[in-house]
């Protein structure tokens, strides 16, 4: 067990012929107990100093812990939201390039279409420009008939008929 103050102030010293100056002794105890109390309080001193330290280490290493779990789950959460942002654009390309599909063969489809009665049309085009030749060639070769000469013959006798009755 450490020696305390009180101890070295009680200690007495037997005596002896031819020994230490008792006062010499008793100042030496003296000045040896004030350095000793001294040490004493500074040594608690600086445990209570410590013991604040340490608490204050606890606390700031308890900050950092949760600091670098924060930071942590803040990169976890930007993996995270980084995955979740690419996985919604290759979704979104693929919806988009569904809808450009569709888009093209339904355009592709309407082309055709159009492209059938476009051909439907060039060929009801050619049978009426064929049967519209026709009737006009059948009507020229009408014309170009004496029968036109002889109805202008009948034309003729009758008017003669009307001015000349019998």
Same mark, same amino acid.
């Given at each position: 067990m450490p020696l305390t103050p009180l101890d070295i102030h009680n200690k007495e010293f037997s005596k002896a012929f031819r020994g230490y100056d008792e006062d010499e002794v008793n100042e030496f105890l003296d000045q040896v107990i004030k350095d000793y109390e001294m040490i004493i309080r500074e040594k608690?001193? #600086?445990?209570?100093?410590?013991? =604040?330290?340490?608490?204050? !280490?606890? %606390?700031?290493?308890?900050?950092?812990?949760? !600091?670098?779990k924060s930071i942590l789950v803040a990169q976890e959460t930007a993996?995270?939201?980084k995955s979740n942002a690419q996985k919604e654009a290759k979704l979104i390309i693929k919806e988009a390039e569904k809808n450009a599909d569709r888009i093209i063969n339904e355009a592709l489809i309407k082309s055709r279409k159009i492209q059938t009665e476009i051909d439907e049309l060039k060929k009801q085009s050619k049978v009426f420009r064929n049967?519209?030749?026709? #009737?006009?060639?059948a009507q020229l070769e009408m014309i170009q008939t004496n029968?036109?000469? %002889?109805?202008? =013959?009948?034309?003729?006798?009758?008017?003669?008929?009307e001015e000349n009755p019998v």
């Open positions: 608690k001193e #600086l445990e209570e100093k410590t013991k =604040e330290l340490n608490e204050r !280490l606890s %606390h700031f290493s308890s900050i950092e812990q949760t !600091l670098n993996e995270d939201v049967r519209f030749r026709m #009737l006009i060639e029968d036109w000469d %002889h109805l202008m =013959e009948y034309e003729q006798k009758d008017k003669e008929l």
